[in-house]
C-alpha cells in the first residue's frame, strides 16, 4: 500500500448511487488519476490517499484508492468546529467564525506557521495569538480529529471522546475500522460508523461492519423493550440494515458467541449484559425469597389493630393480607391500579417494621416517583440510582454502583415504588445490592405500560406465580368520588367509561376532524380551564398525546402550543436548534438520564447532580454569547447546557403518554383520534388518565377512545425472566 496526499483537481466522474468516483489529484510534484469509492470529495479539498497504482487498458497508469483521509475539510466547519470547541481559551465560536472568515482554508497554515497574523483580528491579541498557536501543536492529534470528522457531521464533543479512548491511534482507528466507534463511544451508533465506513469505502461484507450490524439490531430489539431476540427475527432483522446473504449474518452470529458478546441459549440471541441480567435478576429473587427467616416475635393482627385505631381506618382484608405477606415473606409483591390503597397498605408496613426497630430504605426508579414517594410516606425516599450510590466507572463512560454484593444496602427491608418502571438491567443492580436476609417489597401497577428499557419485569415477577404477591383492586370510599379512578378502573376492565357527569373530574368532547381537534385543545388549555379553573396553565395542565408525528402529534401540538403559551417576544432571546425554538420561558424535558448534569438552586445554597429522563423544566435565559441555555428544575434548580446539549431536551407543553410514565398532574389534556392500532392500546390510554390528579379531558372522536379501551392487545416482549423463574424454582436451579 502507498500512501500519496494531494488537492482535488478535478472530478472526472462520479457515480451518486455507489459513490465510486475518478479524480484528479494534484501532488506535490505530479497530477495523477485516482479511482475509488470517495463518496465526500469536493474540489479543492487536500486529501490523503492509501492504494495501489494499477495500469487501465485505456486510461493508463491510475492510482486505486482502498482509503482516503480528508486533510483539511471539505469546508472551514471542521475548523470552526475545533476553534470553538473550548479547547482553545479564550476562543469561542464568535472568533472562530472571525477567525475563518478572514483567513479562509489558510487557517490551519497561519495558525501552524505565522499566529500572529491572528492579532489582525478583533479581539485576539498577541498572547491569545500565541496560545492558539501553542494549543494547535499540543493537541495535533485531536485538532486533525476535530477537523477530518467534521465533514462526516461528527462534533467535536464526540471527538473529544474518540480521542479520550484512542489517544493517538484515533485516526488509525476512525479511518481503519469505524466500527469500533459504534461498540466503543457513546454517541456513535451502527449507523453513523456505516456512513463513515461507506465515505471511506470499506466492503459490505466486512467482517466488522457485519458483527456490529447483528450488536445493533440487538440493541435496537432492547429498547424496543426485548431482553433477545428469537434467532431467525434476528437474522431477517439484521438483513434488512446489512443488505447482505443470511448465511454471512448466521456465520457471524456464531463468531459473535464465541467472542462473548452475544449469549445463545435454546436459539435465542441475548447481548450479555442482557443475558447476565435476567438470569441474575431471577436466582437473586428467588434466593431472597427462599431466606429462612427467624421469626420477628410480633403480633401482627395486635400491630394492625393499634394502627387502624390510630389512624381511624378499617384496612380492607386484601391490604392485612398484603401486611402479612409483606412481613412474612423475603420478596413481596403489591400491586393494584389507583386509589386501591397502596400507599396506606404501605405505610401500615413501613411502620410495623420500624416499631420493632428493623431499617427500612424507600426508592423509586425517576427522581418524579421517589419525590411522590417521600410526600405520600413522610419518609426520605431515593432514586434507585442514589441509593445504589451510582458513580461513573474510571473512563467516564460506564454506569458504577457503588452499593453491590461487595457492598450492599445497610437495610433490614427494602421498598421500591413503581415498580412497572424497573428495566432488567436497573432491577439486577438493584438486586445485586441487596444482601441475603433482607426483606425486598416491590410496589406498582402492572397495568400501567412497561418498562420503557428491556424486560417485563414486574410483570414477569407476578405472573411467574412464585413470589407472594397481592392485588389490591377495591376502591375506597374517597377515590370512588373520583371519575378518574373508577374511569382508570373501568378502562382497564374494558368497560365503558361514565363521561361529563356534573361537577366531576372527567370530560370528554367529541370532535371528528383533526383541526377541530387541535382548536378546542388549544382553546381548553388557553382559555376555558384556567379561567374556570384559576389555574396556571403552562405549570398544571399537561397535554399528553399517544404519538409523535401528525397534526395531533407531540412535535406539532409543541409548535402550536408554544405559539400560544410562550409567544415570540423581544424581551425573550430565542435560538435556533435542530429546527426548533428554544425560547425562554418555554416549558421543556430532560429526555434521557445525565446522573451528572450539575444543578444548583437559585439563591446558590444547594447544589447537585442529575437530571433525569422525564424531569420537566423551564428555559430561564438563554446566553447567546457563551451558547448557554439555563434551565430551571423543580421551581429553584437550575441546570446549565451548552447548545451542544440540546439534544438532551424537548419541548413538554405536549409530551408522550410514554414519557409521563411515573409522573402526576393537576390536569390532564388528550387527543382521542385515528393512530397506529399499537398507539390506540388500552394500556396507554389508562397510563394517561391515571397522570391526571384533579381534571382530565378527552377531546376527539368517541369511537377510538372505545377501540382503546378494547384493544387490550399487549405487544409483548421477549423476556424469558417469567419461564426462567418457573424453572429455576422447579429444577432447583441455585448454587
Ligand atoms: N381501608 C381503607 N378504608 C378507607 N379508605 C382507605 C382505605 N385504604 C385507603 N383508603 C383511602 O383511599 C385513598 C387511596 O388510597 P392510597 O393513596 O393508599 O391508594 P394508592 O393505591 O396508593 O393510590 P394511588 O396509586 O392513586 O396513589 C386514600 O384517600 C386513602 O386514605
Redesign the pocket.
Same mark, same amino acid.
Do not use: C, H, M, V
Given at each position: 500500500m502507498e500512501n500519496i496526499k494531494g488537492m482535488i483537481n478535478e472530478i472526472i466522474f462520479k457515480n451518486e448511487d455507489n459513490g465510486y468516483t475518478v479524480a484528479t489529484l494534484e501532488t506535490d510534484d505530479d497530477e495523477i488519476t485516482i479511482v475509488g469509492c470517495l463518496p465526500t470529495l469536493s474540489l479543492g479539498e487536500t486529501i490523503k490517499v492509501t492504494g495501489k497504482w494499477i495500469n487501465h487498458k485505456i486510461y493508463g497508469p491510475q492510482f486505486e484508492v482502498e482509503s482516503f483521509m480528508i486533510d483539511t475539510p471539505s469546508s472551514v466547519d471542521g475548523i470552526i468546529a475545533y476553534l470553538s470547541s473550548g479547547m482553545i481559551k479564550g476562543v469561542g465560536p464568535k472568533i472562530a467564525e472571525k477567525i475563518v472568515q478572514k483567513f479562509g482554508v489558510d487557517t490551519i497554515n497561519i495558525i501552524q506557521s505565522n499566529p500572529d497574523l491572528l492579532t489582525q483580528i478583533d479581539g485576539i491579541g498577541r498572547k491569545k495569538a500565541e496560545q492558539i498557536g501553542k494549543s494547535f501543536e499540543k493537541e495535533r492529534e485531536l485538532r486533525n480529529l476535530i477537523i477530518n470528522l467534521a465533514p462526516y457531521g461528527i462534533g467535536p464533543n464526540i471527538c473529544f471522546r474518540i480521542y479520550k479512548k484512542y489517544k493517538n491511534n484515533s485516526i488509525k482507528i476512525v479511518t481503519e475500522n469505524p466500527y469500533k466507534l459504534a461498540q466503543d463511544i457513546k454517541g456513535i451508533g451502527f449507523k453513523l460508523a456505516d456512513d463513515i465506513a461507506k465515505k471511506l469505502g470499506i466492503s459490505p461484507y466486512s467482517k466488522d461492519r457485519i458483527a456490529q450490524g447483528i450488536i445493533y439490531t440487538l440493541k435496537q430489539s432492547t429498547s424496543e423493550g426485548h431482553t433477545f431476540l428469537p434467532k431467525n427475527i434476528l437474522v431477517n432483522k439484521a438483513k434488512e440494515i446489512l443488505n447482505i446473504e443470511e448465511s454471512y449474518i448466521k456465520d457471524e452470529i456464531i463468531s459473535l458467541a464465541l467472542d462473548n458478546q452475544v449469549q445463545i441459549e435454546k436459539e435465542n440471541v441475548y447481548l450479555i449484559p442482557y443475558y447476565i441480567s435476567e438470569n441474575g435478576v431471577c436466582k437473586k429473587i428467588i434466593q431472597l425469597a427462599s431466606y429462612e427467616f427467624e421469626d420477628l416475635q410480633i403480633d401482627i393482627d395486635e400491630k394492625i389493630n393499634e394502627i387502624e385505631k390510630d389512624e381511624n381506618? $378499617?384496612?380492607?382484608q386484601n391490604?392485612k393480607k398484603a401486611i402479612k405477606e409483606a412481613i412474612k415473606n423475603g420478596v413481596f409483591v403489591l400491586t %393494584? %391500579?389507583? %386509589? $386501591?390503597?397502596?400507599?396506606?397498605?404501605?405505610?401500615t408496613i413501613i411502620r410495623i417494621f420500624e416499631s420493632i426497630n428493623m431499617k427500612v430504605v424507600l426508592a423509586a426508579p425517576t427522581g418524579r416517583a421517589a419525590k411522590r414517594m417521600s410526600e405520600?410516606t413522610n419518609k426520605q425516599a431515593k432514586t434507585i440510582h442514589r441509593l445504589l450510590e451510582m458513580g461513573y466507572s474510571q473512563d467516564d463512560e460506564e454506569l458504577v454502583f457503588m452499593k453491590n454484593e461487595d457492598d450492599p444496602l445497610d437495610a433490614d427491608v427494602v421498598i421500591i415504588d413503581e415498580v412497572s418502571m424497573v428495566d432488567i438491567i436497573l432491577m439486577y443492580n438493584l438486586l445485586k445490592g441487596i444482601k441475603l436476609g433482607t426483606k425486598v417489597i416491590l410496589v406498582g401497577?402492572s397495568d400501567q405500560l412497561p418498562s420503557v428499557g428491556a424486560g417485563n419485569v414486574l410483570k414477569d415477577i407476578i405472573s411467574s406465580n412464585i413470589i407472594s404477591c397481592v392485588k389490591?383492586d377495591e376502591i375506597?370510599?374517597?377515590?370512588k368520588e373520583s371519575m378518574i379512578?373508577v374511569n382508570a378502573h373501568k378502562i382497564n376492565k374494558g368497560e365503558s367509561v361514565l363521561l361529563n357527569q356534573k361537577n366531576k373530574d372527567f370530560y370528554f368532547i367529541q370532535r371528528t376532524e383533526n383541526e377541530d381537534i387541535l382548536n378546542e385543545i388549544l382553546n381548553l388549555v388557553d382559555k376555558r380551564i384556567p379561567n374556570y379553573y384559576k389555574i396556571d396553565k403552562l405549570k398544571d395542565i399537561q397535554i399528553l398525546s399517544p404519538m409523535r408525528k401528525g397534526d395531533l402529534g407531540v412535535i406539532n401540538l409543541n409548535n402550536m402550543l408554544q405559539n400560544i403559551l410562550n409567544p415570540k417576544s423581544k424581551f425573550k432571546n430565542e435560538e435556533i436548534f435542530q429546527n426548533r425554538i428554544f425560547r425562554v420561558g418555554d416549558k421543556v424535558m430532560q429526555i434521557k438520564n445525565n446522573y451528572n448534569k450539575k444543578w444548583e438552586t437559585c439563591d446558590q445554597s444547594e447544589k447537585g447532580e442529575g437530571v433525569y429522563n422525564g424531569d420537566i423544566g423551564y428555559i430561564y435565559e438563554i446566553d447567546k454569547e457563551e451558547r448557554i441555555i439555563y434551565v430551571i428544575f423543580d421551581e429553584n434548580k437550575i441546570a446549565k447546557y451548552e447548545y451542544s446539549e440540546l439534544d438532551e431536551l424537548e419541548h413538554s407543553f405536549c409530551t408522550t403518554i410514554h414519557k409521563s410514565q411515573g409522573s402526576e398532574f393537576p390536569v390532564v389534556i388528550m387527543p382521542i383520534c385515528w393512530a397506529p392500532p399499537m398507539l390506540l392500546s388500552r394500556n396507554l390510554l389508562y397510563t394517561g388518565v $391515571?397522570r391526571a390528579k384533579k381534571l382530565v379531558v378527552l377531546v376527539g372522536d368517541i369511537k377510538y377512545l372505545d377501540f382503546m379501551i378494547k384493544n387490550n392487545r399487549i405487544y409483548s416482549r421477549y423476556s424469558n425472566l417469567k419461564n426462567k423463574l418457573s424453572m429455576f424454582r422447579q429444577e432447583g436451579l441455585i448454587d
Open positions: 381506618i $378499617t384496612l380492607a391490604q %393494584g %391500579g389507583p %386509589g $386501591t390503597g397502596k400507599t396506606t397498605t404501605i405505610n405520600t401497577d389490591l375506597f370510599r374517597q377515590s379512578i $391515571t
